[in-house]
Every structure is written in C-alpha cells, then in structure tokens.
C-alpha cells in the first residue's frame, strides 16, 4: 500500500484518537448545554445582576483612581466571570463522577488526557460565550473601550486566565463528593474576588489586605485589561507596574500546577 490508508483503526496513530476522544467530549459538552440552554442563563445571571448593581446602585459612591468608576468596574467584572466560572467547571466535573459518566470514560480505551482537555475545551467555548454577552451588557450601559488590537488582546488574556482556572474547576470536581460540595466553592471564589482589584484598587485598602490583593493573579488579569481597553490604572508596586506580564505569566503558573494534578487525580479514581 502507496499511502497511508486512514479509514482502518490500526492504520490511526495515537495522535489521532487523542484528538477524536477529545472532540467527542466537546460535543458531548455543548449538546448538553445546547439541549439545557436554562444553565448558560443562569451562569450569566450573576454576573450580569453585579454589573447592574455595581453599576448603577453603587457606582455614583465609589471612588477610583482616574474618576471614572464605570470604567474602572467593567474589566473587573469580566475578570469576575471567567475567576466564577471555576465553579461551574467543577460542578460539571463532580455531576459526570457522582453518576458515573466518568468511571464509564474510564472504562473505554480513551486517552486519560483527552477526557480532561476535553471538558476544558468546552468550558472555553462556553466563556466565550458568557464573555461576548458580558461585554454586550457593559456597551449598552455607555462603556466605551478603545478597539483595535488592544480589545482583542485583552479578551485572549480574559480567557487566558479561564483556560488555567479550568483546571482548577476539574481538580476540583474530581475532589469534592456531590455537587452541592461543588456549589459551596462560591464561599472560596467570593473573597479571592473581593480581595483583587475587581471592585476597588488596592491602594483603598488596608496595607496588608492591599498587598494580598496586589498579588492576587486576578488583579494582574483586570489591571493588564484596563491598560489595554485604554484605562490604565497603574500603582506603585512592581507587579502593578508590570500587569501585562504577570497576566501572563499567572496562567502559566497555575496551568503548570493543576493541570497534571487534574489528570492524575482522574487516573487515580476507583474503578
């Protein structure tokens, strides 16, 4: 035989069933939420309440560096969404074992790596979603960012910092026993988000809470995407000083960490 014939299993490398295991996890993912649309709503219900509330409940009595708390507030709150959506990941992830979908997945010859890249892949599809509404929302209460390249690369860094809290979210689902466990996370999500540059800029807060939340890797991801929408708010400290960086470098460090915990914690469970 000439050519490498494709339509036979044994004539398929390894590579290619890698890649096959992990689009039918996708697949499986979105027709999930396509058939449970109530889920994306209710994933961006929260989201979009704060912005509302933040907004225009609370808005006219913050006070930010630069004067504009609109400004300073949407890019906060986009880093809010994809920080959440860790939760929603795990709880996904801890559904799957607790019913057995993944003891099934782990009965079949599939890639180990390819059922966690593949619930990963999906929840990035996902928060694209939610980040595309979520902008939409701050456009129509009069946010204005500077386009271009700036807007492009602050929405991959958005992302960016998605795709390594995924694994975290997956880590995480395989850990906890039921999905109400799952849903008790938002009381670890909450204050990693409250104690960042989300709401309000470090310098506002006490010395040791502001260093806390200076090097919060999510306050680098909301400082680097003020700089970039064309509102920098800059402080003092050399990680505030150089927020693009530490954007993305965050991601990297956490993706390093979690990612192999994930995937061996998914080869550890019990059959």
């Known amino acids: 035989?000439?050519?490498?014939?494709?339509?036979?299993?044994?004539a398929r490398g390894g590579a290619y069933w890698l890649l096959a295991d992990c689009w039918n996890i996708v697949r499986r993912g979105l027709t999930h939420y396509q058939r449970q649309p109530v889920n994306i709503a209710w994933q961006l219900g929260f989201p979009i309440l704060s912005v509302l509330m933040y907004g225009y409940v609370f808005g006219s009595a913050m006070k930010v560096p630069g004067g504009n708390y609109k400004d300073f507030l949407m890019p906060g709150m986009f880093v809010m969404t994809m920080a959440f959506g860790f939760i929603n990941t795990a709880t996904v992830v801890v559904y799957d074992s607790t019913k057995g979908v993944i003891d099934r997945f782990r009965s079949m010859p599939m890639a180990s790596s390819a059922v966690v890249a593949g619930r990963g892949i999906t929840d990035l599809i996902i928060a694209c979603a939610e980040l595309t509404i979520m902008m939409l929302t701050a456009l129509a209460m009069g946010w204005r960012p500077d386009g271009g390249f700036g807007f492009l690369a602050a929405f991959g860094l958005l992302l960016w910092l998605r795709f390594a809290l995924i694994w975290i979210g997956v880590w995480l689902g395989l850990l906890v026993p039921n999905p109400e466990a799952a849903g008790g996370l938002f009381a670890v999500a909450f204050p990693l988000t409250m104690v960042s540059s989300v709401f309000v800029a470090p310098q506002q807060m006490p010395d040791w809470l502001g260093w806390l939340a200076v090097w919060n890797p999510i306050s680098s991801t909301a400082a680097a995407t003020r700089e970039l929408f064309g509102r920098p708010v800059t402080g003092d400290t050399w990680?505030?000083?150089?927020?693009?960086?530490?954007?993305?470098?965050?991601?990297?460090?956490?993706t390093a960490i979690f990612l192999p915990l994930a995937v061996r914690r998914f080869r550890k469970l019990s059959r």
């Open 1 to 10: 035989m000439s050519a490498l014939d494709l339509s036979t299993p044994s």
């Open 239 to 254: 990680v505030e000083q150089h927020a693009l960086l530490m954007a993305g470098v965050w991601p990297v460090i956490l």
